[in-house]
Structures are given as structure tokens and as C-alpha cells.
């Protein structure tokens, strides 16, 4: 029995029917015997392997103990008894089992809240693609892992090779006294609780340490000091921010890495600041055609790890930055550099403060208050009335280098999914995998009716941010990456 931090309780506690707090990916496999494979005995294999492999995986093996009278966080009990014919299940495609066809089944599955009464995870196999492969979809609910933690369940579910042998099941017996009783569960609340009321007793110089030094550096930094105003600041009030539905859009789309690494060196920027500002040049585009794009660049929040090298638990360990994307500078090269500044002085200052912020803390009470402040949110027009903190949620997860397989299907495409919220109709996450990065655009329909002219605008972005570089650095195009020079191919 485990309770949950306060971290990650906080993601139960704010979920709504409206607004679903689990984490998801979609992904494209070629099923050995191409078309005319049988994918029936494909999904077999992948849910046996799924069952077996489930000892190596135990996040997948826990359930929700609630507290007595929701006094705080509930606990994580183990369950020896997942029922793997309801967690993995197996779905066709109506003809003509397009992409767009794809993308609408999988936003319609990313709308449904799990089932709370259960381990808080599903898995889908999903044929009838025209293309003759086969789509995985699995959603996890965040109380249970963030980005990174994702990451390491894939290598669990997953194999780096195609004839990788399947993992034995080893059965395990029912053990006694697994289901805790409400003493002991109040007793492990109350003991959670005092643990961190003292550990927040001995933080406290290390916070005051740490605000001591930012004000000290505040007339040291000036430039740093501004590029981090700029993004503490409102955004503008936009179509993506308003009060949303349940109703979900999804669309994926991939680039070649390297590609983006390349501009990334050549203007002595981050992968992420490439990322960022594709996805500005995506936004402008989009906001073009809805309403127009405001004179005042749009914030986006953007998460920051807060994982130690080496950290492999199932837990979220991360928090919320913000920063400008500069959506009001028209040219993309000059939007790069001001996104790269900026971004660097939020890294820096979230490095400086890294080691004081709390991933757990003190729940008594917060079952009850949190989700009343939930509904109190959505209902209070307050996205209407004031101007957005952030426009838009942007992450970006390292994910495995090297090709991955299940049951013997190489993984082709591998695209995250994630949360979007009442003000924030539009979450991209953004993940690395075998040499491409796999953009997942979640959309609230209420805010992006349809989320495929996200992808359209993505991939003009990516041709324009290219031809700029280009056009920078030499006359010709052969310092271009060649997918790039594909991409631009498709685009024009």
C-alpha cells in the first residue's frame, strides 16, 4: 500500500467528464505477412505478452484504495487480479480505414474517463487501415506516470528486437489481507501527511537560500531577468481558450530528427527551441484562419522534468514553466532566436529553483476541495472573463532511439497524447522515436474543431523554417536535410 503523492493525486482530484487526466500514445505497426496478416492472432499475441509481462510493469497492477470519508489522497493497493480481456481489447476500422478515420476513433477513446474501480489503464489494438498496419493505442491515467515514466513502461511492454522471446507468466497467488482496512488506510494518510508537513519544515532554508540568490542575481541578469518577464506574462485571449466539452479532436504527424537537429545547430539553439517555434509557426498559420493572430505573442505552458538521472519510478516528477512563443514576429528565423532566448532564461531560472519544488505535499482535505474548485472553474465563465495565464500546452519527451517491436511488428510511428483543459483547448506533446519526431496534437473540438489543419499548418511551418535556414546559410539546398527538402516537396 502506497498513497499517492500529492502530485499525483492532484490529477485525480481535478478530473472532471469533461476533462479526462490520462496520458496516451498511438502507434503504427508493420504486422509480419503485411496485408494479408492475420491481426486477430496478432492482437492474441500482443495481449498474452501484455498479461505476461504485467509483473515487470506493476504500475499496471495498481488500484485505487480510497480514504475513509475522502479525508486525502487515496492509496495504491496491488491487484493480482487484472482482468486483461477487458484492459486489452480489439477494434476494426469502418472502411475505408483511412489516417483521418484513425485519428477520429482514437480522439473518441481519449474522451472516455477509466474506470476507477479497475488499474487505471486500457489498451487498444486497432485494424482495418487501408495501409495494412496495425494501430496500438494505450492510455494511462497521469496519477499513475508522467511523460518520462511513459517512456520507461514502453520498454517494458515493448522489445528491441523482432524475434525477442515472450516473457514466461508466472502466476501469483492471491495475497492475504490486500485489501486495507479504513484504520489502516487513515493511519497511512495521517503518516504520509506528518512526513511532509517535516519535510517542508526543512526546506524552508533551502527556499530561502534559493529566493535570496534569485533576487541577488536579479541586477546581474538583466537580460536573462527580461527574457523571463516575457514569459511570466497574460497571453492573448485566443480561440484555443474557452470553456471546453468532453468532445476530443486528435491528429499525428512525424518529421525527420536530424532535420530538426540541423536547425537546431545551425542557430545555435536547443531541440526544444526548434520544437517551440515550429510550433508557433503552426499556430500563427492556424490563427490566421481563426480570428487572426494577436499582437501579443502567446505563452505556452511547458512542463519541466524534475526526474534525477537514473530515477525509473512510476510517479509524476515534474512541474509547469511558461514561455513566450513569439507568435507576433513574422519572420521564422528571428521568431527561432527570441523563442531560443527566452527559453533559456526559463531553463535557468527552473534550474536554479529545481531542487525546492515539491512533487508531494500534504493532502488532507484535498479530495474535498479540489474537485469542488474544479467545477467551480468550469462553471464560472472564468476562461471567458480573464486573460489566459498560457495559450496552449507544449511537451516535448525524449523517447527511444532504436526501432521497437510487439510480438514480432516493427513499430513504425509512435505519437503521444495528452491533457487538455477548461482555457486550454489544445495540448501538443511531442516525442523522439528511431529518427523521426512524432507530433500528438489533442484538441478540445469546442476550441479546434478539426485538429488535421494543425498538421497542415505544422508541416508549412517546417518548410518555411527550413527554407529560411537554407537561404541563411547557402544559395543551394544541399545543406538541407533530405527529408526536409521531401517535406517541402509535399508542401508545395
Given at each position: ?180 482496512g479504513a484504520l489502516t488506510l487513515a493511519a497511512a494518510a495521517l503518516r ?103 499582437r501579443r505573442p502567446l505563452i505556452a505552458a511547458m512542463p519541466i522534468s ?187
Amino acid at each position: 500500500m502506497t498513497p499517492l503523492s500529492g502530485l499525483d493525486g492532484t490529477f485525480l482530484h481535478l478530473e472532471t467528464p469533461e476533462t479526462p487526466m490520462h496520458v496516451a500514445s498511438l502507434h503504427l505497426f508493420n504486422v509480419p505477412g503485411g496485408p494479408r496478416a492475420d491481426h486477430a492472432a496478432w492482437f492474441d499475441a500482443v495481449k498474452s505478452r501484455t498479461a505476461a509481462r504485467l509483473g515487470l510493469a506493476p504500475v499496471l497492477q495498481r488500484r485505487l484504495a480510497p480514504m475513509p470519508l475522502q479525508m486525502a489522497n487515496p492509496a495504491w493497493v496491488h491487484d493480482d487480479a487484472v482482468d486483461i480481456d477487458w484492459h486489452v481489447r480489439h477494434l476494426r476500422l469502418a472502411a475505408p480505414g483511412t489516417d483521418e478515420r484513425l485519428f477520429e476513433t482514437v480522439a473518441h477513446l481519449h474522451a472516455d474517463l477509466l474506470d476507477r474501480a479497475r488499474p487505471l489503464w486500457r489498451l487498444y489494438v486497432i485494424d482495418g487501415l487501408a495501409s495494412g498496419q496495425v494501430a496500438y493505442y494505450i492510455k494511462v491515467h497521469h496519477a499513475l506516470l508522467d511523460g518520462q515514466a511513459g517512456v520507461l513502461l514502453a520498454q517494458v511492454l515493448f522489445d528491441d528486437r523482432a524475434d525477442a522471446p515472450a516473457a514466461p507468466r508466472v502466476p501469483v497467488a492471491p495475497r492475504a489481507g490486500e485489501r486495507p482496512g479504513a484504520l489502516t488506510l487513515a493511519a497511512a494518510a495521517l503518516r504520509h501527511d506528518a512526513a511532509q508537513y517535516v519535510k517542508l519544515l526543512r526546506h524552508l532554508p533551502d527556499v530561502a537560500r534559493t529566493l535570496a540568490g534569485l533576487a541577488g542575481a536579479g541586477g546581474r541578469g538583466a537580460a536573462a531577468g527580461a527574457g523571463v518577464a516575457q514569459s511570466f506574462a497574460f497571453g492573448p485571449k485566443t480561440a484555443l481558450n474557452t470553456p471546453i466539452t468532453a468532445a476530443r479532436g486528435f491528429a499525428g504527424a512525424s518529421l525527420p530528427l536530424q532535420a530538426l537537429k540541423d536547425i537546431a545547430a545551425r542557430h545555435d539553439a536547443k531541440l526544444n527551441d526548434v520544437v517551440l517555434a515550429l510550433a508557433s509557426g503552426t499556430l500563427r498559420r492556424w490563427l490566421a484562419a481563426h480570428g487572426g493572430v494577436p499582437r501579443r505573442p502567446l505563452i505556452a505552458a511547458m512542463p519541466i522534468s524534475l526526474r534525477a538521472a537514473g530515477n525509473v519510478d512510476y510517479t509524476t516528477q515534474a512541474t509547469m514553466s511558461l514561455v513566450n512563443l513569439h507568435t507576433h514576429v513574422a519572420h521564422p528565423v528571428r521568431r527561432l532566436h527570441a523563442i531560443r532566448d527566452a527559453a533559456a532564461a526559463v531553463k535557468a531560472l527552473a534550474g536554479r529553483v529545481k531542487g525546492v519544488l515539491p512533487t508531494d505535499f500534504p493532502t488532507l482535505g484535498a479530495p474535498w476541495l479540489m474537485p469542488a474548485l474544479a467545477r467551480l472553474y468550469a462553471g464560472s465563465g472564468v476562461t471567458r472573463a480573464v486573460p489566459p495565464i498560457a495559450n496552449v500546452v507544449i511537451s516535448n519527451v525524449p523517447g527511444p532511439p532504436q526501432a521497437l517491436y510487439a510480438a514480432g511488428a516493427r513499430m513504425t510511428h509512435y505519437w503521444p497524447l495528452s491533457i487538455v483543459e477548461h482555457g486550454l483547448g489544445l495540448n501538443l506533446t511531442v516525442m523522439s522515436y528511431a529518427g523521426a519526431m512524432g507530433f500528438g496534437f489533442v484538441t478540445a473540438r469546442a476550441a479546434v474543431p478539426d485538429a488535421s489543419e494543425l498538421v497542415a499548418a505544422l508541416h508549412a511551418s517546417m518548410a518555411e523554417l527550413v527554407d529560411a535556414t537554407g537561404g541563411r546559410r547557402a544559395a543551394s539546398q544541399r545543406h538541407a536535410p533530405a527529408g526536409a527538402r521531401r517535406r517541402r516537396a509535399e508542401v508545395a
